[in-house]
Each structure stands twice: as C-alpha cells, then as structure tokens.
C-alpha cells in the first residue's frame, strides 16, 4: 500500500542533553546494549523453507559500514549475512532454526543504488541463491543535490527490473525486500549533537540532507523534506514491484517506520548503522519473512 511521509516535529527533537548523552554511550563502542539476541526456538520461516545458500544485494548498511567502531566495511556485523552474534544476523537465525548454515554471497556494494544492484544480478544468479535479501534506495535519494537523487519513476522501473529478472534468473529464490529507512529521522536524532554536525558538514555524502546540518532556515527544511518525500515515494514504489512478483516479501514499511535511536546509529559518521541498529534491520527483517507467504 502507498504511504504518505510520516510528519514529525522539526522544532525540537530529542533533547540536546539526551542525545549528548546517548553518544557518548555509543563512542566507546560495544557495549550491554551489543549482546547477543536469544536465536534459541526460532522455527524456519515457510516463506524460506531450505536457504542453503543466501544472495544479499544493498549497500553500505548491507556491508557492515562503520558498524565495528573502526572505519570501513565490516561484512561480520551485516544484518543480513553477518557472522557476530550480537548482530544475530539472518544467515545465523537461519542456521539457528535450520540446523544449517547457509552459504553467504554478499553482492552489495557500497555506494550502491538500484543500478549498480541490477549489474550485479548475474554474480547471484551464478549462485542461485534460495533466499535473496535487498535493501536498497539510501543512495537514490542521497545526492549533492535534489535534482541529483533519482526520480521516483526511474527507481520503481529499475526496482521493477530488478526483482523481474531475480524471479525468472533465481527462480528458487524468495526474495526479501526491505523499505528504506527513514534517513531524515537519522538527522534529526543526531541534529543537536555538535560532533554529528561537524561529521556530517565535513563530509561529502549526502549534502541534499545533511549539508548544512545546523541550518534551520525554511529553505534548508524545505530542502530535508523533499528528501524525506521521495524515500517514502521509493518504497511505495518497492511495495508495488514486490507485489508483482509471485516469490517476494516486503516488510510492509517496517524498517522505513522504525526510529532509530542515537546508540543503533554509528557514533563514526552518525548516520550507518552501528552494531545495535544492524540488530535491529535484522530483527525487523526476520519479522517480514516470518509473517510472509510466497
């Protein structure tokens, strides 16, 4: 079903005191809020009955950027294919409900978009995964600038392609797709903390958002906001792709409705996933293939 963009207050946010606080929590790296999730009892979803083998394709957050307290890709703490037990990763709760654990090609690629995803294809179908995760569109709507991110038509024709050409070339495969997240909630969470302003004023990516960070000016909001209008246009846009193809799962908008709190958020760039938010994508993740039916 078709969203409108979630409206939250852009006057106050979290509490500078709170988010403060909160990141400092999160500088010194893992801690009790990284122990491992309880895998014990967990049934094998019917949507994925027997994943011998699991194909991911996405971006940075699929790859574990900025995850680990170090810069730079950490495939481990991936939600989908990752090995650390405080993530409990989807390939662990597979192999921890199946007894099984599945072989793992991690055809993300950092930076990536929806393009760059459908060049990949031919790697997972080599494959032939049983069960392909996608999460995918953080990279359309982050750009220098809003005539930069990809229109809403080009990603749902490109979504489209993608999903067509895994269910005829992967036609074993279930495949899930996640929303994308609310990136306008990550600015707003770590708006008020002066190290995730200066990071993101400092940094190249995704100025049609974070440039500026500390402004508050009509024109900067306008700007934040039509970044948050075209994320909640791409997922309609995965939901209705997802709904054409007889063997996807989308999940319903949850990881695009879920807000992800200063310590889930990477205290390097203040806008990846750290440990405990890669747990939460993976949570929110095995929820949709629980509840789905292929």
Same mark, same amino acid.
């Given at each position: 079903m078709t969203r409108a963009p979630r409206r939250r207050s852009r006057s106050n946010g979290l509490p500078i005191a709170v988010v403060a606080l909160l990141v400092? =929590?999160? /500088? @010194? #790296?893992?801690?009790? *809020?990284?122990?491992?999730?309880?895998?014990? &009892?967990? $049934?094998?979803?019917?949507?994925?009955?027997?994943?011998?083998?699991?194909?991911?394709?996405?971006?940075?957050?699929?790859?574990?950027?900025?995850?680990?307290?170090?810069?730079?890709?950490?495939?481990?703490?991936?939600?989908?294919?990752?090995?650390?037990?405080?993530?409990?990763?989807?390939?662990?709760?597979? =192999?921890? /409900? @199946? #007894?099984?654990?599945? *072989?793992?090609?991690?055809?993300?690629?950092? &930076?990536? $978009?929806v393009g760059d995803a459908l060049a990949m294809v031919p790697e997972l179908v080599r494959a032939q995964p049983q069960l392909v995760t996608v999460l995918l569109g953080g990279n359309d709507a982050c750009a220098p600038s809003l005539d930069e991110m990809t229109p809403a038509a080009d990603f749902e024709a490109r979504v489209a392609e993608l999903f067509g050409r895994l269910d005829a070339e992967v036609p074993d495969a279930t495949i899930l797709a996640l929303s994308v997240p609310d990136i306008h909630h990550l600015w707003e969470v770590g708006r008020g903390n002066a190290r995730a302003v200066q990071a993101w004023n400092g940094s190249p990516s995704c100025k049609n958002l974070l440039g500026s960070a500390d402004d508050d000016s009509a024109e900067a909001t306008a700007r934040?906001?039509?970044?948050?209008?075209?994320?909640?246009?791409?997922?309609?846009?995965?939901?209705?792709?997802?709904?054409?193809?007889e063997h996807c799962i989308d999940d319903d908008g949850a990881l695009y409705a879920y807000d992800f709190s200063a310590e889930e958020i990477s205290s390097i760039d203040f806008f990846h996933p750290s440990i405990a938010g890669q747990r939460a994508i993976a949570g929110i993740a095995w929820d949709a293939l629980e509840g789905g039916s292929t």
């Open positions: 400092g =929590a999160m /500088a @010194s #790296g893992c801690s009790a *809020a990284d122990a491992a999730p309880d895998l014990s &009892g967990l $049934d094998t979803p019917a949507a994925a009955p027997a994943v011998e083998t699991l194909g991911i394709l996405g971006d940075s957050v699929s790859l574990g950027v900025n995850a680990c307290g170090t810069q730079g890709q950490c495939a481990a703490a991936s939600w989908s294919g990752g090995t650390d037990p405080a993530v409990g990763s989807v390939a662990e709760r597979l =192999a921890a /409900a @199946s #007894g099984v654990e599945p *072989a793992v090609v991690n055809a993300a690629k950092d &930076g990536g $978009d934040r906001d039509a970044v948050a209008a075209r994320v909640a246009e791409y997922n309609a846009a995965i939901e209705r792709a997802c709904s054409g193809v």
